[in-house]
């Protein structure tokens, strides 16, 4: 692949770019059979730059293609059965572009690695082996690899295409708010659990390497890219530097000494992007990447609260913890930083009274009142004027009455009896 992509002198135009669009590889033959026989026919015209810029109207070819055909360098637009449509960027270990499949016609990110790397048998060896697990890994959260190969020399993998920019790109506008960073986090961290579950280490989370859709769903990018980041036994530190300015600023300190690291290594840098994307400045300042690598080694991170004293305690312990020096007092897993950073977003439980949080209970039912007192009331019957005396008696003294009554019955059966033996008499 050239390295330049600056327009030549406009002197330097090519007079035919039949012959170059036909050697690029960018058309199809047909395609091709097609464009030539409208400018025999005087449809298009034969100059190279009117040509061209017809060509990119009518959507044969891309601006970014037709310009490398003006400049005489199309032999990079073909890699594999991959052609070129356009430059999406570029970084440390080679750039990225936009691509679709000769055959198949599926657009894709292909990623050419950078010639240095490609080049060290070795790490290559390496990369083909990750390559095979990086394959496995079928997640929301992780922009999937389709392939992976070599051609003439050219080492390249080919990924899921995402519209979207990265939260690297999004920085540049200033730091996040927070819940959108924490948010963002979270996603990543479900995605890292993925790859750590396939036994894949990313080595090199950063900011730029998490993409964002048009609807704010976030993918990791690189995984299984960051073998090619490991200097080799015999490099030196100064082409090993080379190879990791850029990234430097989110390394954990077990990876900055060259230890053997896991995925609570990628879960430090996860930490470094988050406290980045909040505050817009780097958790281990330095003037140097010697400086900040020494700083993130020996010494805590500053603290975030100096930068934004307004995020709430639960938030900053998350981050310090991420951030802590020692892997075994981070979180063990992905899956746990996943949770706590889900935690941060779900809403708190109201502290109101509460009769606000479940249903009242129904007031109690009052007391009873006593029932009244019996009101006694008095009937007496109108008795005969003989009787009146013997009633009065009864009310009284019933025993009395009665005993009376007993008297006066006796008396009288006596009277009668006495009668009785007179008259017989």
């Known amino acids: 692949m050239a390295t330049s992509d600056k327009p030549k002198p406009v002197n330097a135009v090519p007079a035919d770019i039949l012959p170059i669009i036909r050697n690029s590889g960018a058309l199809a033959e047909k395609q091709f059979l097609e464009v030539r026989a409208r400018v025999l026919a005087g449809d298009y015209p034969s100059e190279s730059r009117s040509l061209a810029r017809c060509l990119v109207v009518d959507g044969v070819l891309t601006e970014y293609q037709a310009k490398r055909i003006l400049n005489g360098k199309a032999h990079g637009l073909l890699v594999g059965k991959y052609v070129i449509l356009d430059r999406l960027g570029s970084g440390s270990m080679g750039r990225v572009y ?5 055959l198949m016609g599926r657009v894709v990110a292909l990623k050419i690695i950078s010639p240095e790397i490609a080049t060290n048998d070795r790490v290559v060896a390496r990369f083909r082996r990750e390559m095979r697990l990086v394959g496995r890994l079928d997640h929301p959260n992780v922009v999937r690899a389709f392939d992976a190969d070599q051609s003439h020399g050219i080492l390249y993998i080919v990924m899921e295409y995402v519209s979207g920019q990265s939260l690297g790109q999004r920085l540049k506008k200033g730091p996040l708010p927070a819940v959108e960073a924490v948010a963002y986090a979270a996603q990543a961290a479900l995605g890292l659990a993925h790859a750590h579950e396939q036994g894949i280490v990313h080595r090199d989370v950063k900011p730029s390497n998490l993409l964002v859709t048009e609807n704010r769903q976030v993918k990791v990018l690189d995984l299984g890219l960051g073998v090619l980041m490991e200097n080799d036994g015999e490099a030196n530190f ?60 020996a010494n805590r991170p500053t603290p975030i609260t100096d930068h934004r004293p307004d995020l709430p305690a639960n938030l900053v312990h998350v981050i310090d ?30 502290t109101a009274p509460a009769a606000k949080l479940a249903a009242p209970e129904p007031p109690p039912s009052p007391a009873a009142a006593p029932p009244p007192s019996p009101v006694v009331v008095t009937v007496r019957p109108t008795y005969p004027g003989w009787f009146r005396p013997m009633a009065a008696l009864a009310e009284r003294s019933p025993r009395r009455a009665l005993a009376a009554l007993i008297l006066g019955v006796g008396v009288a059966i006596a009277v009668g009896a006495a009668i009785g033996w007179t008259i017989h008499a």
């Open 98 to 102: 936009k691509a679709h499949h000769q």
């Open 238 to 297: 100064a082409t090993a530097d080379g190879v990791a300015v850029g990234t430097v600023d989110y390394m954990s300190p077990e990876q900055a000494c060259g230890k053997e690291v896991d995925g609570r290594s990628d879960l430090f840098s996860l930490g470094c992007a988050l406290y980045h994307l909040i505050t817009g400045r780097q958790a281990f300042p330095g003037d140097s990447p010697i400086e900040r690598l020494g700083h993130r080694i």
């Open 321 to 350: 913890k991420l951030l802590a020096t020692k892997p075994q007092d981070r979180y063990q897993t992905a899956g746990e930083a996943a949770e706590a950073l889900q935690a941060l977003l779900r809403p708190r439980k109201a």
